[in-house]
């Protein structure tokens, strides 16, 4: 994983531009689009309350080929009826217009406020600079125009060998607030000149999310325009890769990498956040039981908060893991706030200034918890609990 | 429902005092106890991690009868393994002897930090003390010693004609955070003078419960102490009272009356809570999808941070339905805040302007959703997130 370059990859294009849909003039319109069809796999929000562009790439992507993807940020065109409907059918359709491609072959996703109506006018009005804005190098100005409370742009990326060629894996991501680990909590857009077919594409997809985007929590809630889309167009000329076989593997794992990588800039950039926490639980009777300690954990507000103050109130995480459901031998039961114990056998060790200290120092904590029961484990990461938090979100409108 | 004057409850008597469990020096231990024998029912936590008082109180009130109940704030004895237990026991067993009456037949609770061994000879060596303390009007005292976070001492009281005779219902609470809908997420205590079985008074309080301490929530966190305890002495001389009977239903009714009161004076006193909210759902297709629905929007951080801002931020509210798992008609779902109609049909009705004018002149909002599908309804009470929320829960210890 390349943490301080993004990869072009060959064969697709992107671009970025401020359209006025806010009223900043940062910048808020996003296009990427691949030379050839692409090879698309989507997870979507879970949430009922879909927005329209969401049910629109959601009926796209089940072809499993398409040629690029239109963004907004600014405006979420969610809850806003068959308005909204065909607003983002309009998005697509100027695009394939401008660009003189098949109709029905470009995804869209928007992000921003809900429920009010897209100013779908500034998206078409602009569409031919749009179009004029796409580069070779122009994936950094699209993850820079889909961002929202995002206090910086996100964007990961990795090269590995895999059938003979090296192929390219470079994402984008936004989100900051309603990040909660149900998928699919943010936008995230990933390219790669792999040669896969649909159905793997989805499986290696649904896989590197599931320890990644499904695995981090702001503030528990998850939004109405959430998706991950992943496209693949081949231009390596590497063999196809097919499951399960060592390329796949590869391939796999070189995603997830970078999925991890969104992911944890994500929890970074929690709204608010002045430290990221990861929190995992081993000794768990079943692999369930662990991710339940440790996303309760990870959504609880006075966990969080006592992070913020660099306080190691262990009594908070034992009150969490008792709500969690899972199971837990209170009397085994420990607890490490960057590697200091502060519980062990279900007890105060007495260490907790070298534990305040161990906290306020980094920006990073790193908790260990042992449920004492069986073999299970499981990570999730979340950020600290911040005046900063209220305040934008007490603020985001008016 | 007497809003201002708590009642006496003849054959009870109650006390509360410093015993320096604080450091402040404010009052800290409290002792409720009657003349003789009462009826006795609870409800605990149902979080896996109990505190010892709150293990020792289930073991003892299985027998129906108890005499009283010790409590200490400032220290809630979780999480502190045998020694725990110990102090749990010494706690009740002095007051017995100090008393001199039945072994065993002493609750006890205590609420505060969690981790931290009980300083149990600030409570022994006090206890003459306490007992010298017991007043027929004294349970106002025993109110103020068992608040910990809280801003203000929580009371409730209510008088009915049952059986022929006037039968008083007086409780109070303590609780501020950790406060979520699962019971039991505080501590209460009601007094009565109405004759009843354990079985029947047990019944009476799970009910009462579901529709008030099981109906608010402040911070979605369930604590490792939280109780709900109702004595019953029978020295108003009525007729006993047995379900399902006429009588039953006023007790249950009076019962109910002072659990509302003191749940939601409970909400009021949310940490950092600068708004009291009231979130009923109606129109839904099952009376578990209501429920989910509510109780989902009054978790989110999203949605409590908007209230805090004045902004009738209705998207957030429609997020979190769409999260809940309840079935929903995007079509046809309606929101008003104060009376203002914010969403019709799912879309918006353009008054937002006098929706926030509504919201903030307010201290309480009422929010009124309907799911366009059914004809389940649900009422859950919870407060605004604020500054002071972050300030008291990064700060609670060091």
């Known amino acids: 994983l390349d943490k301080t370059s993004l990869h072009n990859v060959p064969g697709f294009r992107s671009g970025g531009i401020s359209s006025g849909i806010k009223k900043s003039g940062a910048p808020d319109l996003a296009l990427i689009l691949s030379d050839i069809d692409a090879i698309a796999a989507g997870l979507f929000t879970k949430n009922r309350v879909k927005a329209a562009p969401v049910l629109l790439s959601m009926k796209r992507i089940r072809g499993g080929r398409v040629r690029g993807i239109i963004v907004?940020?600014?405006?979420?065109?969610?809850?806003?009826?068959?308005r909204g409907r065909k607003d983002a059918e309009a998005m697509a359709s100027s695009a394939e217009e401008a660009l003189g491609i098949r109709k029905g072959s470009i995804l869209t996703a928007s992000t921003g406020v809900i429920g009010v109506p897209l100013p779908v006018e500034k998206i078409t009005g602009n569409i031919k600079r749009l179009c004029s804005s796409l580069r070779h190098n122009g994936l950094k100005d699209a993850g820079k125009a889909i961002m929202t409370t995002d206090a910086f742009p996100k964007s990961a990326s990795i090269r590995v060998p895999i059938g003979g060629k090296t192929v390219t894996v470079s994402g984008i991501a936004k989100g900051a607030g309603m990040i909660c680990p149900q998928m699919a909590t943010m936008l995230a857009f990933i390219l790669t000149d792999a040669k896969i077919s649909p159905p793997v594409l989805k499986k290696a997809l649904k896989e590197a999310a599931e320890d990644t985007f499904n695995s981090i929590n702001v503030d528990n809630d998850t939004s109405t325009n959430d998706a991950v889309i992943a496209l693949a167009n081949g231009a390596s000329?590497?063999?196809?890769?097919?499951?399960?076989?060592?390329?796949?593997?590869?391939?796999r794992d070189a995603l997830k990498s970078v999925c991890l990588r969104l992911a944890l800039l994500i929890v970074k950039d929690g709204e608010g956040a002045t430290k990221a926490i990861r929190i995992t639980v081993k000794g768990g009777r079943s692999a369930s039981d662990a991710r339940r300690a440790a996303r309760t954990v990870a959504q609880s507000y006075l966990v969080k908060a006592a992070f913020f103050g660099g306080d190691p109130n262990w009594g908070r995480i034992l009150a969490a893991l008792g709500r969690s459901g899972a199971r837990i031998r209170e009397d085994r039961v420990r607890v490490s706030f960057n590697s200091v114990d502060v519980v062990r056998d279900g007890l105060d060790t007495g260490r907790e200034k070298e534990a305040a200290r161990a906290i306020r120092e980094k920006a990073e904590v790193i908790v260990d918890i042992d449920l004492g029961?069986?073999?299970?484990?499981?990570t999730v990461w979340t950020s600290d609990l911040t005046y900063d938090y209220v305040r934008i979100n007490s603020a985001y409108r008016t």
């Open 237 to 251: 000329g590497c063999a196809e890769i097919k499951a399960p076989q060592k390329g796949y593997n590869a391939f």
């Open 373 to 378: 029961i069986g073999r299970s484990s499981s």
């Open 72 to 82: 907004n940020s600014g405006n979420a065109n969610a809850c806003t009826g068959d």
